[in-house]
Each structure stands twice: as structure tokens, then as C-alpha cells.
């Protein structure tokens, strides 16, 4: 059985994912041990304590478990896949809490096809990591919060708007530069938008 | 809320893949965008962009009960799961089994580092054929089954936004008298929110079933009967059910 485990090891994550889709426990073991902490970094990010933040990545990573047959290859990599996933679920979940408890302070404040290492997929994902932490850095504060507000803390443009009283055209307008300037980043290193 | 289109489409494409726009705004632009599919690629690329987000923030530990909690769950579904498909993973363990002691062999005859790669090369790739080998399999006995159902049931197509959108509904009568309505690739809905079937005879609604769409597909016997009816409808509706439809139908047949 660890032998058989350490073959998985070796598996693709776009391999990985089609036998969770046959029902393997084991593949999506693996899945969750190379994925599970940057789920649960972004749930924990988007939610702000650890019980939501577990029971979020749970409910994240059941879906990945029931729903592999929905993954589509050509809309990105499986862990860009399982991140979204996390990211959808965290939006419903703090849009549908009857009363916001977020606090003031959350406003100041390519994979290769195959794994050659265990090793060296992680120290790639580290190295994707980093990379856009320092395209994030590029940006003025006043385009991260905004994107941040968006994509981690789920207020719409519209809340955004209201919560900063910006017109609803600057919010916008912010957004759309943030995206841009991240875009850029890695266009002038000549290198792909990670997926 | 003006109309949809290319201005605000343009408009409104950040704010949705930051997942930044309310609700009624997001449908109108994913309608938008299930009929002007040739601008899908524009949002997937955009989507990327966003996406990169999730990647920045500090790194946080799970505890292992977690995965403990998780995996526990994982296991009591696998058993059913495979009971009802080809048992793509026991092959699979057969095979490495026996990939296993050709490799014990192998390393006995091949002296050296670049041997072991090559052999560890063409084990990935065998497997990737196996897995493919497999899934053409599960293709086929579904290709069967479907067959089968067409030769014994009568369907009904539904239509609708969610149909337009790539989701299939069909309301099928099988041998046993049963109703059943069949949906795949439907969008998913909030955890607050569930489908709900309508059964609608002289203009009156009669809940007849509710489901909650996943990837796999769903199929839900429908409660009332359809003899003698208008129209089936399906509805989004807060979870639990509604004693009457609060939305406009996203799926429906006239009979």
C-alpha cells in the first residue's frame, strides 16, 4: 500500500484528478497533501479564523472529491481549479451570513505536465508564490485594497463604492488598472500568466 | 439595471472576475457572455489574472484533524462509488502492483541512475495510458447506459436560460411508471439556494421535487403527476423549497 502510495506521488495532477473522478480515495489523498495548504491559506485569508477557515476548505475540497468529472483542462491547472473552488465557495459563504462581522481593520489592512520531484513541484509552487507577491507589490495601495476587498473579502464593486466612498466609476476603474498591472508584470518578463 | 451589452460587458468584466459584481448583475453577464461565446477566451485569460490573488496570501497550516475529518468522509463514499462504475482504481492497483515487481527485476539487470529514469518515465506514461484506457471505458458503458435508457423511456427536453448556457434537462418516463428529471452540466447555486421542480396544470404550480446540481449530474423523481400537465418548470429557489415559484423558470418544457 505505501508503495502504491509513492506511485501516485509520481502521477500528474491532471492524472491525479481523473482517477478521483474513478472513486480513488488514495488520488485524492495526494491531491489534498500537495494542495491542501494553499486552500486553506486562501480560506483563511478570506474568512479570518481558523474553524471557519477549516470548515470552508472541507467544503471545498468534498467538492473537488464529488465534482473531478466539472474539472476542465483547458480552463487551467487543477490547483488553479481547487483555489477557485475555495474562492467561490468563501464569496457565498460571507455574502450569506445574515450580519457581516468583518471589521474595519480588513480595509486598512505552469505547473509542468509531469512531477519530476515532489520536491521540485513544491519549490516551483514557491517560486509561482513569490513571483506574485512581487507582482502584487507593483501595484499602488489603493488598487491592491480594492482587489483585495473584491476577491478576498467578497463586497461587490457596488459595496466597495459605498464602504470607501469612491464614485463607482474610480472603483472600477481601479480594478480594472490592477488587473492590468499585474498582467503586465509578468508580460514584461516574458513569462505566462501562471494557470 | 441597463441592458446588457459590448460597453457593458467591457464595463463590467473586472468586477466579475473578481467576483465583485451582485448577483442580478452576474447572471446578466453570464448570459451575455452564453451568447457571445467567442469572448469566453477574453474572460478565461482575465480570470487568470484575477486568480493569481488566491496564490498571495501568508502561508497558514491546517491541522491534521482536517484531513483526518476529510478523508473519513472520502472513504465512505468511495466503496458505493465504485460499486456503480468499473473499478478503474483496483485495475490501476493491479497494475502497479505488477509494474512494481518488474521494476524490482528490472533494478537487479539496469545499473545506474538514468536507467531508473527512463524506467520511471515509461511507468508515467503507461499509467497515463491506462488512465486513459479507463476512461474510455467508463465512456463507453455510459454511451451504453444511455442507449439503454433511450430504448426504454420517452424524454422531454427542457429549455431555458440554464439550457442556453450548456446545461441538459430532460424529463424521462421510465418502464416502472416513474418520472424522473435527468440534469447535467448544470451551474452550481449557492449553499442558501436550491432547484426546485414545478409540475404546472390550468396555470397552477405544484412543487414536485428539489435538487442541488453537481458535476456528476443528478436524476430526481418527480412527485406529482405529469399526466394531464402544461408545463414543467424548474426554479431557484431558497433552500428548503418555496410553496410557490419566487423566480422565473431557468429550465422548461411544455408538454
Same mark, same amino acid.
Given at each position: 500500500?505505501?508503495?502504491?502510495?509513492?506511485?501516485?506521488?509520481?502521477?500528474?495532477?491532471?492524472?491525479?484528478?481523473?482517477?478521483?473522478?474513478?472513486?480513488?480515495?488514495?488520488?485524492?489523498?495526494?491531491?489534498?497533501?500537495?494542495?491542501?495548504?494553499?486552500?486553506?491559506?486562501?480560506?483563511?485569508?478570506?474568512?479570518?479564523?481558523?474553524?471557519?477557515?477549516?470548515?470552508?476548505?472541507?467544503?471545498?475540497?468534498?467538492?473537488?472529491?464529488?465534482?473531478?468529472?466539472?474539472?476542465?483542462?483547458?480552463?487551467?491547472?487543477?490547483?488553479?481549479?481547487?483555489?477557485?473552488?475555495?474562492?467561490?465557495?468563501?464569496?457565498?459563504?460571507?455574502?450569506?451570513?445574515?450580519?457581516?462581522?468583518?471589521?474595519?481593520?480588513?480595509?486598512?489592512?505552469?505547473?509542468?505536465?509531469?512531477?519530476?520531484?515532489?520536491?521540485?513541484?513544491?519549490?516551483?509552487?514557491?517560486?509561482?508564490?513569490?513571483?506574485?507577491?512581487?507582482?502584487?507589490?507593483?501595484?499602488?495601495?489603493?488598487?491592491?485594497?480594492?482587489?483585495?476587498?473584491?476577491?478576498?473579502?467578497?463586497?461587490?464593486?457596488?459595496?466597495?463604492?459605498?464602504?470607501?466612498?469612491?464614485?463607482?466609476?474610480?472603483?472600477?476603474?481601479?480594478?480594472?488598472?490592477?488587473?492590468?498591472?499585474?498582467?503586465?508584470?509578468?508580460?514584461?518578463?516574458?513569462?505566462?500568466?501562471?494557470? | 439595471?441597463?441592458?446588457? *451589452?459590448?460597453?457593458?460587458?467591457?464595463?463590467?468584466?473586472?468586477?466579475?472576475?473578481? $467576483?465583485?459584481?451582485?448577483?442580478?448583475?452576474?447572471?446578466?453577464?453570464?448570459?451575455?457572455?452564453?451568447?457571445?461565446?467567442?469572448?469566453?477566451?477574453?474572460?478565461?485569460?482575465?480570470?487568470?489574472?484575477? $486568480?493569481?490573488?488566491?496564490?498571495?496570501?501568508?502561508?497558514?497550516?491546517?491541522?491534521?484533524?482536517?484531513?483526518? +475529518?476529510?478523508?473519513?468522509?472520502? =472513504?465512505?463514499?468511495?466503496?458505493?462509488?465504485?460499486?456503480?462504475?468499473?473499478?478503474?482504481?483496483?485495475?490501476?492497483?493491479?497494475?502497479?502492483?505488477?509494474?512494481?515487481?518488474?521494476? $524490482?527485476?528490472?533494478?537487479?539487470?539496469?545499473? $545506474?541512475?538514468?536507467?531508473?529514469?527512463?524506467?520511471?518515465?515509461?511507468?508515467?506514461?503507461?499509467?497515463?495510458?491506462?488512465?486513459?484506457?479507463?476512461?474510455?471505458?467508463?465512456?463507453?458503458?455510459?454511451?451504453?447506459?444511455?442507449?439503454?435508457?433511450?430504448?426504454?423511456?420517452?424524454?422531454?427536453?427542457?429549455?431555458?436560460?440554464?439550457? =442556453?448556457?450548456?446545461?441538459?434537462?430532460?424529463?424521462?418516463?421510465?418502464?416502472?411508471?416513474?418520472?424522473?428529471?435527468?440534469? +447535467? *452540466?448544470?451551474?452550481?447555486?449557492?449553499?442558501? +439556494?436550491?432547484?426546485?421542480?414545478?409540475?404546472?396544470?390550468?396555470?397552477?404550480?405544484?412543487?414536485?421535487?428539489?435538487?442541488?446540481?453537481?458535476? *456528476?449530474?443528478?436524476?430526481?423523481?418527480? !412527485? *406529482?403527476?405529469? !399526466?394531464?400537465?402544461?408545463?414543467?418548470?424548474?426554479?431557484?429557489?431558497?433552500?428548503?423549497?418555496?410553496?410557490?415559484? !419566487?423566480?422565473?423558470?431557468?429550465?422548461?418544457?411544455?408538454?
Amino acid at each position: 500500500m505505501a508503495e502504491r502510495g509513492r506511485q501516485y506521488l509520481i502521477l500528474a495532477d491532471e492524472d491525479l484528478i481523473s482517477l478521483v473522478e474513478a472513486a480513488d480515495a488514495e488520488a485524492f489523498a495526494t491531491l489534498y497533501d500537495r494542495h491542501s495548504r494553499a486552500a486553506f491559506s486562501l480560506a483563511y485569508r478570506m474568512m479570518g479564523e481558523r474553524q471557519a477557515s477549516e470548515d470552508l476548505t472541507q467544503d471545498a475540497f468534498l467538492k473537488v472529491w464529488r465534482g473531478a468529472s466539472s474539472y476542465r483542462a483547458d480552463r487551467g491547472s487543477v490547483r488553479t481549479w481547487i483555489l477557485s473552488i475555495v474562492h467561490n465557495r468563501g464569496i457565498d459563504q460571507i455574502r450569506s451570513q445574515a450580519s457581516r462581522r468583518r471589521t474595519q481593520e480588513r480595509v486598512e489592512a505552469s505547473a509542468p505536465r509531469s512531477q519530476p520531484s515532489e520536491a521540485f513541484a513544491e519549490a516551483w509552487r514557491n517560486s509561482q508564490r513569490d513571483q506574485v507577491r512581487e507582482a502584487l507589490n507593483t501595484l499602488p495601495s489603493e488598487q491592491l485594497k480594492i482587489l483585495e476587498l473584491a476577491y478576498f473579502s467578497g463586497y461587490t464593486h457596488v459595496e466597495i463604492s459605498d464602504l470607501l466612498d469612491l464614485p463607482l466609476g474610480t472603483v472600477k476603474g481601479r480594478m480594472r488598472l490592477g488587473l492590468k498591472k499585474i498582467r503586465d508584470y509578468f508580460e514584461s518578463r516574458s513569462a505566462a500568466v501562471p494557470r | 439595471m441597463s441592458e446588457m *451589452n459590448n460597453e457593458r460587458f467591457e464595463d463590467l468584466k473586472d468586477a466579475y472576475v473578481l $467576483g465583485a459584481l451582485p448577483e442580478e448583475e452576474r447572471l446578466s453577464f453570464e448570459d451575455y457572455l452564453a451568447t457571445h461565446p467567442e469572448r469566453q477566451a477574453e474572460i478565461d485569460e482575465l480570470g487568470a489574472v484575477a $486568480g493569481l490573488l488566491a496564490f498571495s496570501p501568508q502561508e497558514q497550516e491546517s491541522s491534521p484533524e482536517l484531513r483526518s +475529518r476529510i478523508m473519513e468522509v472520502v =472513504e465512505a463514499e468511495a466503496e458505493p462509488r465504485r460499486d456503480t462504475r468499473r473499478s478503474v482504481s483496483a485495475s490501476i492497483g493491479d497494475y502497479l502492483s505488477v509494474r512494481s515487481l518488474a521494476l $524490482g527485476a528490472a533494478a537487479l539487470l539496469v545499473i $545506474g541512475l538514468l536507467s531508473w529514469n527512463v524506467l520511471l518515465q515509461g511507468q508515467v506514461s503507461d499509467l497515463q495510458g491506462q488512465v486513459r484506457n479507463a476512461q474510455g471505458q467508463v465512456e463507453d458503458l455510459q454511451a451504453q447506459v444511455e442507449d439503454a435508457q433511450a430504448q426504454q423511456s420517452q424524454t422531454i427536453k427542457l429549455e431555458g436560460s440554464w439550457a =442556453e448556457q450548456g446545461a441538459t434537462a430532460e424529463v424521462a418516463s421510465m418502464e416502472e411508471n416513474e418520472i424522473v428529471l435527468v440534469a +447535467r *452540466n448544470m451551474p452550481s447555486v449557492p449553499d442558501d +439556494r436550491t432547484c426546485q421542480i414545478w409540475v404546472i396544470k390550468d396555470d397552477v404550480p405544484k412543487p414536485s421535487g428539489l435538487f442541488q446540481p453537481d458535476g *456528476n449530474g443528478t436524476a430526481t423523481p418527480i !412527485t *406529482n403527476s405529469i !399526466t394531464n400537465a402544461d408545463v414543467i418548470a424548474v426554479t431557484v429557489e431558497p433552500a428548503g423549497g418555496s410553496e410557490q415559484p !419566487t423566480s422565473d423558470p431557468v429550465l422548461l418544457a411544455e408538454l
